[in-house]
T-cell receptor
Framework: NAGVTQTPKFRVLKTGQSMTLLCAQD?????MYWYRQDPGMGLRLIHY???????AKGEVPDGYNVSRLKKQNFLLGLESAAPSQTSVYFC??????????????FGAGSRLTVL | AQKVTQAQTEISVVEKEDVTLDCVYE???????LFWYKQPPSGELVFLIR??????QNEISGRYSWNFQKSTSSFNFTITASQVVDSAVYFC?????????????FGQGTTLQVKP
């Protein structure tokens, strides 16, 4: 049982390059999220999805795009990477329900450095 | 607006000491959920506990205990007889109760270092 898998785990980019982070979950979860973690700021929500084909902006969406073409996958894209996007990115998923009780399951994180 | 504040950035204790991590939250909702997650040096986020706004009973799980007080909007976490393996970053988080998208709002995190 893999849970939530993120690829790649590490990546170094040059300013202006593009890349995509892939998140895959095998728990049939409806909801998926992308967070970024920066020192002293906790985790901040970038984008999220409440089901296949849907996406929505979170707290810090600028500079990122997402897609949820398949229920099990949630892609995070950087079209033109900037040094400010150097961070650790976490994907998470949870069962779908109106309640906020469901626990998020997190991936292991992807460390991105933009030079 | 919803907000979670963990005022303690870093705490350092010696093994076997008790330590309390503070968490203060702000919300206008009457129904909400509070969480604690642990992030060990390996980097993954590990779920520790969930509490709903209608249940103010304290909870104990082994050396871990949680004190939820709605009157002070606090959800503090105590580790009794700390161990080196408790060294980690601990996050408190808040979620709306119903009709929501399950978004977690995290505090800044508290780094706990337990020295042998």
């Amino acid at each position: 049982n893999a849970g939530v898998t993120q690829t790649p785990k590490f990546r170094v980019l040059k300013t202006g390059q593009s890349m995509t982070l892939l998140c895959a979950q095998d728990m049939n979860h409806e909801y998926m999220y992308w967070y970024r973690q920066d020192p002293g700021m906790g985790l901040r929500l970038i984008h999220y999805s409440v089901g296949e084909g849907t996406t929505a902006k979170g707290e810090v969406p600028d500079g990122y795009n997402v897609s949820r073409l398949k229920k099990q996958n949630f892609l995070l894209g950087l079209e033109s990477a900037a040094p400010s996007q150097t961070s650790v990115y976490f994907c998470a998923s949870r069962q779908g329900s109106p309640s906020g009780a469901n626990v998020l399951t997190f991936g292991a994180g992807s460390r991105l450095t933009v030079l | 607006a919803q907000k979670v504040t963990q005022a303690q950035t870093e705490i350092s204790v010696v093994e076997k000491e008790d330590v309390t991590l503070d968490c203060v939250y702000e919300t206008r909702d009457t129904t909400y959920y509070l969480f604690w997650y642990k992030q060990p040096p390996s980097g993954e986020l590990v779920f520790l506990i969930r509490r709903n706004s209608f249940d103010e009973q304290n909870e104990i799980s082994g050396r871990y205990s949680w004190n939820f007080q709605k009157s002070t909007s606090s959800f503090n976490f105590t580790i009794t007889a700390s161990q080196v393996v408790d060294s980690a970053v601990y996050f408190c988080a808040l979620c709306h109760g119903s009709g929501n998208t399950g978004k977690l709002i995290f505090g800044q995190g508290t780094t706990l270092q337990v020295k042998p």
